[in-house]
């Protein structure tokens, strides 16, 4: 499971992209961080930060209002 | 380009300059949202700010939002939408008005202030340049920016976008 967990929920673009890249900074490579989001483009914004970045989306979901995603850290 | 003990060495990150010609509130954000996005997604990120972009510069930030001359500012109000006539912008305190319901919204929404999205872009690095010929020619004073600046000129521009993948102008 998650080793740390990013509650953005009301927080629009850019802020939850900004927040989990300051999380994923302070974890060890490996280590997964939980983000929390209310905000629909958080899916497709997510989706592109990993591919660019190369960190890894290990599971995402939603379940209606809040949506999850589980990002692995890599370095 | 990074810097490491204090010294310069070239990174092998992708690199995106921008550069910043609006001073008023809904013009600020592009710039800054991308920005700071791109910063975290380890681009280096260069941003030079020009004529009314300077304004974003300024340790005091009074940005304004007006709808004279902007059809398309059609603000969300009670389930509709309004949209102010030309005539009604012009009237003195509109532009006030019109700044202080966008401020609201902003809020509102969970939408970042431009003073968060700046805070961001200078821990995250973003090098941010004010253009000398703009200080001279409005009479504005370094020390009224912020202190996390560097003052240039076109050159300075143009040697960062030459080794650029991505140059902005907004």
Known sequence: MADEVLDAKGLNCPLPILKAKKA???????????????????????EAFC???????VEQDNDGEVYRFLIKRVA | MAEENGIKVP??????????????LDWAYPPFILATTAAAMDVDVTMFFTFYGLQ????????????????????????????????????????????????NLIKKKGVASIEELREAA????????????????????????????EIGGAATWMESALESDINLYM
């Open chain 1, 24 to 46: 994923l900074n302070g974890l060890d490579d490996g280590k997964v961080l939980e983000v929390l989001s209310t905000d629909p483009g958080s899916v497709a914004d997510f």
């Open chain 2, 11 to 24: 990174s092998n990150a992708k690199k995106m300059t921008i550069i910043c010609t609006k001073g008023s």
């Open chain 1, 51 to 57: 591919r660019a970045t190369g960190n890894e989306l």
């Open chain 2, 56 to 103: 974003l510069l300024k340790k005091d930030l009074k940005l304004k939002v007006t709808p004279l001359g902007n059809p398309a500012m059609s603000m969300p109000m009670g389930g509709m939408h309004m949209v102010m006539p030309n005539m009604v912008g012009m009237i003195p305190g509109v532009t006030d008005m019109a700044s202080v319901m966008m401020k």
């Open chain 2, 122 to 149: 200078t821990l995250s690095d973003v090098r941010m340049i004010g253009c000398q010929m703009t200080l001279d020619l409005f009479e504005l004073d370094k020390s009224d920016m912020i202190d996390e600046i």
